[in-house]
């Protein structure tokens, strides 16, 4: 079993969900100890770094939280027949609605640095002032990176999940607002996936997620890896 954990995170958010069951929880490139990608990757990338490790193993399950999901459903979708199960949390494969425009301060700023009116020093006070949290805390390449990861489209890969024979696990907080409940419930209708919901959990892996991941693991290991 190979875990990968969300953005900003560290293999260290697994300690709870996979105690009991086991498994490699990774560093991603650019997180934790591991270094950033030389160039902007998408989530296709990040598979496809993963990608040898599956190969050497046999048909191991892929566990994913948030951006960790995405890379995981990602090499599902490439290679279903190295994937012996599937279990996603708080992955948001599924735009929750229309993304809100940037502020037209943020807008007009911008396009005058674009024009090279506004010096790069004050254009980055306006990005600190009015990006998200992800995005002021993310430096260089990893900047592209989350620039590129947010704006994805995963209807594809959806498709590919529907036709996936293998297993197909979604354990969710019902409190999640970054990858909101209705989200999952959409992905398991479009993946034939089982949707377990956590009522008093949100989007980060704390204890009561933890628990139900570890159980929806039990539970798909029981069953076997060609299930």
């Given amino acids: 079993m190979i875990a990968l954990h969300g953005w900003g995170r560290t293999r260290q958010d697994w300690t709870g969900a996979l105690t009991a069951v086991g498994g490699l929880a990774l560093d991603q490139p650019g997180f934790g100890s591991a270094p950033p990608p030389s160039t902007s990757w998408g989530s296709d990338d990040y598979a496809r770094w993963l990608l040898p490790l599956v190969e050497?193993?046999?048909?191991p399950v892929l566990v994913g939280h948030s951006f960790g999901g995405r890379v995981v459903a990602q090499l599902t979708a490439m290679h279903p027949e190295l994937v012996g199960g599937l279990l996603l949390t708080g992955t948001p494969l599924l735009r929750a609605g229309t993304a809100p425009r940037a502020p037209l301060a943020y807008r007009v700023l911008r396009r005058a640095g674009k024009l090279g009116i506004l010096p790069e020093k004050q254009v980055e006070a306006a990005r600190r002032k009015y990006g998200s949290a992800d995005y002021r805390n993310a430096e260089g390449v990893m900047r592209e990176v989350l620039v590129r990861t947010v704006n994805e489209e995963y209807s594809s890969v959806l498709?590919?999940?529907a036709r996936y024979d293998g297993p197909i696990e979604l354990v969710w907080g019902a409190g999640d607002t970054a990858a909101p409940l209705s989200t999952a419930r959409?992905?398991?209708?479009?993946?034939?996936?089982?949707?377990t919901v956590v009522d008093d959990a949100a989007h980060l892996?704390?204890?009561?997620?933890?628990?139900?991941?570890d159980q929806r693991l039990r539970a798909?290991?029981?069953t076997g890896t060609d299930a």
């Fill in 186 to 195: 959409q992905i398991a209708e479009r993946t034939g996936g089982t949707l």
């Fill in 56 to 59: 050497s193993l046999d048909r």
């Fill in 205 to 213: 892996l704390q204890p009561s997620l933890d628990a139900a991941i």
């Fill in 220 to 222: 798909l290991l029981a």
């Fill in 159 to 161: 498709d590919a999940l």
